[in-house]
């Protein structure tokens, strides 16, 4: 997670570094947001937002909302990628609810904020020159008790 491989996005970054970022104002970049949840949970899960407009260096706050539509509490667990691929490394995310368990209960609907931002950097990568819009994708899981989720990424 904190590598960016595997189209994943980019953990941990200090409050200094955020607040001295330069954006890069003749680069614009469509996010689009994307929900999916695995077949044997029965939640409503879907982005707030089809899509945001940035600039690489500039933050964004999007919304997902999640709703368990069973008469039982139920705890999920997200993973997420980053498409292209090649965009995930420049994809930091400053907050969010992914890898850590969301228990809801019965008919509970919840929103689930998403802070993030795309590197300076991503503006001066000979191979982002052709990519104007990045997704982000989350799929929800019910978490079982002793059941890990591989993380993204190489191992």
């Not at 409050?15 to 999916?36: C, G, H, L, Y």
């Not at 090649?86 to 008919?107: T, V």
């Not at 919840?110 to 990045?134: G, K, L, Q, T």
Request: proline content about 7%; hydrophobic content about 35%; some cysteine.
């Amino acid at each position: 997670q904190a590598t960016g491989l595997g189209g994943t996005a980019v953990a941990g970054h200090s409050s200094e570094q955020i607040e001295s970022m330069v954006p890069v104002k003749d680069r614009v970049i469509k996010v689009t947001f994307n929900a999916d949840v695995h077949a044997s949970l029965h939640w409503n899960f879907r982005p707030q937002q089809t899509e945001i407009y940035l600039v690489p260096g500039e933050t964004a706050l999007a919304f997902y909302k999640a709703k368990n539509s069973t008469d039982k509490p139920v705890i999920g667990i997200s993973t997420y990628n980053v498409i292209p691929y090649e965009a995930g490394q420049y994809f930091n995310k400053i907050q969010c609810f992914c890898f850590e368990e969301q228990r809801l209960n019965p008919h509970e609907e919840v929103d689930m904020p998403v802070f993030f931002f795309i590197d300076p950097e991503f503006a001066e990568d000979p191979r982002m020159a052709s990519v104007e819009n990045i997704m982000l994708s989350y799929t929800f899981f019910e978490a079982k008790e002793g059941h890990k989720l591989p993380l993204p990424g190489y191992n």
